[in-house]
T-cell receptor, first 115, second 112 residues
Framework: KAGVTQTPRYLIKTRGQQVTLSCSPI?????VSWYQQTPGQGLQFLFE???????NKGNFPGRFSGRQFSNSRSEMNVSTLELGDSALYLC??????????????FGSGTRLTVV | QQQVKQSPQSLIVQKGGISIINCAYE??????FPWYQQFPGKGPALLIA?????SEKKEGRFTISFNKSAKQFSLHIMDSQPGDSATYFC???????????FGSGTRLSIRP
């Protein structure tokens, strides 16, 4: 059974640019959540999508957005990149809405570096 | 903003020893407390989770102890092995939404 696939694995962008990250959840999983991981802030929740609808959102500025497609694949977009956006972005899939019921399976992440 | 407080930040244990990591949480409407293990270059992986209808759950060398009245739970790794060297995160459900809040992480090193 394939795991959670995130592409690309590494990305270098310049300040002011925008970036799109992709996540393919485990087959049959309908919920996708995104987290930002940094050494200083740890794992911070960005948003959760279920059935193509954003169900929850963390405390990030509007430059961070996402969407989910009918096949449960998800993308997140960051516009007007800042140096502080450099982080590991993790996608987590879950069987249904609510990781408290089903648990998360994480991908290996996309390492974004903003220069 | 609800928080999950995790300690210690780092831990060094001799091979064969017991590793103990602690977490404290604030109010939550959901009863599900997982621990995740993360190796360098990988995403966190679910290690063990507890629902507080029990005070302890054991899976192999890993045990979660849960104290609902104190709002604390801990991970015990018995007979710690070098392969256990990783970063461990506790987590708790956010009180009013179906999302998980993670602790700040504990970097565990097991000395051979």
């Amino acid at each position: 059974k394939a795991g959670v696939t995130q592409t690309p694995r590494y990305l270098i962008k310049t300040r002011g640019q925008q970036v799109t990250l992709s996540c393919s959840p485990i087959s049959g999983h309908r919920s996708v959540s995104w987290y930002q991981q940094t050494p200083g802030q740890g794992l911070q929740f960005l948003f959760e999508y279920f059935s193509e609808t954003q169900r929850n959102k963390g405390n990030f500025p509007g430059r961070f957005s996402g969407r989910q497609f009918s096949n449960s694949r998800s993308e997140m977009n960051v516009s007007t990149l800042e140096l502080g956006d450099s982080a590991l972005y993790l996608c987590a899939s879950s069987l249904g809405q609510g990781a408290q019921l089903y648990g998360y399976t994480f991908g290996s992440g996309t390492r974004l570096t903003v220069v | 903003q609800q928080q999950v407080k995790q300690s210690p930040q780092s831990l060094i244990v001799q091979k064969g020893g017991i590793s103990i990591i602690n977490c404290a949480y604030e109010n939550t409407a959901f009863d599900y407390f997982p621990w995740y293990q993360q190796f360098p270059g990988k995403g966190p992986a679910l290690l063990i989770a507890i629902r507080p209808d029990v005070s302890e759950k054991k899976e192999g060398r890993f045990t979660i102890s849960f104290n609902k009245s104190a709002k604390q739970f801990s991970l015990h790794i018995m007979d710690s092995q070098p392969g256990d060297s990783a970063t461990y995160f506790c987590a708790a459900p956010y009180s009013s939404a179906s999302k998980i809040i993670f602790g700040s992480g504990t970097r565990l090193s097991i000395r051979p």
